[in-house]
């Protein structure tokens, strides 16, 4: 910076240097008035072009000449200080960085998404389609343009750093999904994501099943490994065909079209119904849809649930139904 400064001040310098030669050439190498000398210095140094207030002589013309190459110099000079001032000083990265930080200071419970590869961008696809808050945190500049939706907000920067986390309103999001390529640095996003907000759900993607194991130490609840889904679900199309086919169907691939689960949790349910049995719900004859599981407090599932079974607070229900049957179970919870 004092470099910087340094050199602005030598442009400054020269500039003023520059006009007062001009005045001076003027007035005493042209016989100038004062007023004629110092119009001529500017508009001259300006390279406006108005025309001369008298002819010039040879030596005048001369001057002139000089005068106009200084000028240029010292312009061209001065606008380099100028852009290398910018730069340094990141002017325009930090304006998207303020305008990123007041979208995300009106998020609230958003999902956190660090790493936009292979595997960043199937997740980014399927929180879209359900109009989930999002925060994605990349470190490399990314080819394409992820901004164009108002619930997702795009950070170029190291998750690995506390302060961008905190500038991705961790400390008020719901969820962070860690699909880094290195497995150390998803251990780092997940301890230090965890240090900040305990109540965070974290799911992180690891590479080597070793590796597992310390990142729910570090405070991840879910860990994903992609070589072993991938593996399980080649294998399932030879054992299994029919079943795959048939889960594939139930797939959620975009909430508004074509959705045959739903998970419904306590909150959703009307208060009428916390802490009523499954029976109390009746929703097979109002909505048409099967209750095909339970998760409970504690976090076990249950299949096929008992109709007595209670519905408590941090339990959630598991439904299983057409599209429209689902459309009449969301309309039921007021489910957007």
């Not at 001259?44 to 000089?66: H, R």
């Not at 109009?131 to 500049?141: A, C, H, L, P, T």
């Not at 905190?166 to 251990?187: C, F, Q, V, Y």
Request: hydrophobic residues 40%.
């Amino acid at each position: 910076m004092g470099r910087l400064k340094n050199k602005f001040f030598i442009a400054l310098y020269l500039m003023i240097t520059l006009i007062g030669i001009g005045i001076l050439g003027y007035h005493y190498l042209s016989n100038f008035s004062w007023i004629d000398a110092i119009y001529m210095t500017f508009i001259t140094a300006t390279t406006v072009g108005f025309g001369e207030v008298q002819p010039l002589d040879d030596i005048g013309k001369i001057f002139t000449v000089l005068l106009i190459l200084f000028s240029i110099i010292i312009y061209g000079y001065g606008i380099s200080i100028i852009t290398e001032y910018l730069l340094n000083n990141r002017i325009f990265e930090n304006l998207i960085q303020k305008r990123m930080e007041k979208k995300v200071s009106k998020f609230n419970n958003h999902i956190i998404l660090v790493g936009y590869g292979r595997n960043g961008k199937q997740a980014l696809k399927k929180l879209n389609s359900y109009d989930k808050q999002v925060v994605v945190i990349e470190k490399d500049e990314l080819a394409e343009n992820i901004m164009d939706n108002k619930k997702v907000v795009y950070c170029n920067a190291d998750a690995t750093n506390d302060d961008v986390l905190i500038r991705a309103g961790i400390k008020r999001a719901k969820s962070l999904i860690s699909t880094l390529a290195s497995d150390t640095n998803n251990l780092f996003v997940a301890l230090s994501a965890k240090q900040l907000n305990p109540d965070i759900e974290i799911i992180c993607r690891a590479s080597d099943s070793s590796i597992a194991k310390k990142l729910k130490l570090a405070g991840a609840d879910k860990i994903i490994l992609p070589h072993k889904i991938g593996g399980d679900y080649m294998a399932s199309l030879l054992v299994t065909p029919d079943l795959v086919e048939f889960m594939q169907r139930l797939a959620v691939e975009d909430r508004h079209r074509r959705t045959n689960l739903e998970e419904i949790s306590f909150d959703d349910c009307p208060k009428k119904y916390h802490n009523k049995s499954i029976s109390d719900l009746n929703l097979r004859k109002r909505t048409g849809c099967t209750i095909i599981g339970f998760k409970t407090k504690s976090g076990d599932y249950i299949i096929n649930p008992d109709p007595e079974t209670q519905i408590v607070e941090g339990s959630n229900l598991i439904i299983l139904g057409q599209p429209e049957q689902i459309e009449r179970l969301n309309k039921m919870f007021d489910i957007v």
